[in-house]
């Protein structure tokens, strides 16, 4: 018999189509739609209802440090980094960044060191071109100096006679070359000597050195401010009274610790 119920044909029953008149309304919504938006609407409804039973049956007494601690972002409970980790765990984690924070300063300056011993010469125009980035590396130690050739003499008579051509001993035309200026015994022999073009190739390859380097020193003053306040606040984490005494240049906090009388 199933086999005969399967050889009669049956009408195949579709979905019922959204009106044309209500086409502007959307998708006509389907039975499994309307089960889903049922089933999320009585569970909100029950959840209010739980938190109604809840409220009327608390406690008025009832008190937790959290009701104090807790703090909420937009109806949203915020969870800070203090109540999250406990103190020897955040002492831990400021001593990694302090580290990692001292060992960044220590690459950064073999790498200011290494630039520094590359730049050898720099043009005076280029300095005078560019007096912000010479005001700031002449508050760092390692400061870059214009190179001069200072020459001494006995007399006036003697500097006036004075030939610069002679004296370093090459052409008067490579003579206002602060560098790679060769000597004629060098230009009467085989050796090549950079062309004009290449000589530009080298100075603009010291500009952009010179750029990385203004550019390194300016992250190592970040660095430097960084470790200054990660320092403070793992000593600020230890134990000792401290008041607070002022402000320094960077505009980090100054503490000074009272000394305690050791039994």
């Given at each position: 018999m199933s086999s005969l119920r399967n050889a009669v044909h049956r009408r195949n029953h579709k979905e019922r189509a959204q009106p044309r008149s209500r086409q502007r309304y959307g998708l006509l919504e389907k039975h499994k739609d309307y089960v889903l938006r049922a089933k999320d609407y009585h569970a909100k409804q029950n959840r209010l209802k739980n938190m109604r039973e809840k409220a009327y049956f608390r406690n008025p007494d009832e008190f937790y440090f959290k009701m104090i601690n807790s703090k909420t972002k937009e109806g949203v409970h915020v969870i800070e980094r203090n109540s999250a980790f406990s103190g020897?765990?955040?002492?831990?984690?400021?001593?990694?960044?302090?580290?990692?924070?001292?060992?960044?300063?220590?690459?950064?300056?073999?790498?200011?060191?290494?630039?520094q011993n590359e730049i050898h010469f720099i043009d005076s125009d280029l300095v005078q071109n560019d007096m912000e980035v010479d005001e700031e590396l002449s508050k760092e130690k390692n400061e870059l100096k214009q190179p001069q050739h200072i020459i001494f003499f006995d007399s006036k008579k003697e500097a006036k006679k004075f030939d610069p051509a002679k004296y370093f001993d090459t052409l008067p035309e490579l003579i206002n070359r602060k560098f790679n200026r060769p000597r004629i015994k060098t230009l009467e022999s085989d050796i090549?000597?950079?062309d004009d073009e290449e000589l530009q190739i080298l100075h603009q390859n010291k500009i952009l050195k010179y750029q990385d380097l203004k550019a390194r020193i300016k992250r190592q003053r970040q660095?430097?401010?960084?470790?200054?306040?990660?320092?403070?606040?793992?000593?600020?984490?230890?134990?000792?009274?401290?008041?607070?005494?002022?402000?320094?240049?960077n505009g980090l906090s100054i503490y000074r610790w009272k000394n305690d009388r050791k039994k």
């Open positions: 020897d765990m955040i002492k831990l984690l400021k001593s990694q960044d302090l580290n990692y924070v001292k060992t960044q300063r220590n690459l950064g300056n073999k790498k200011i060191e290494k630039i090549m000597i950079p660095l430097e401010k960084a470790e200054q306040e990660l320092q403070t606040q793992k000593n600020l984490m230890g134990k000792g009274r401290r008041v607070k005494i002022g402000v320094d240049a």
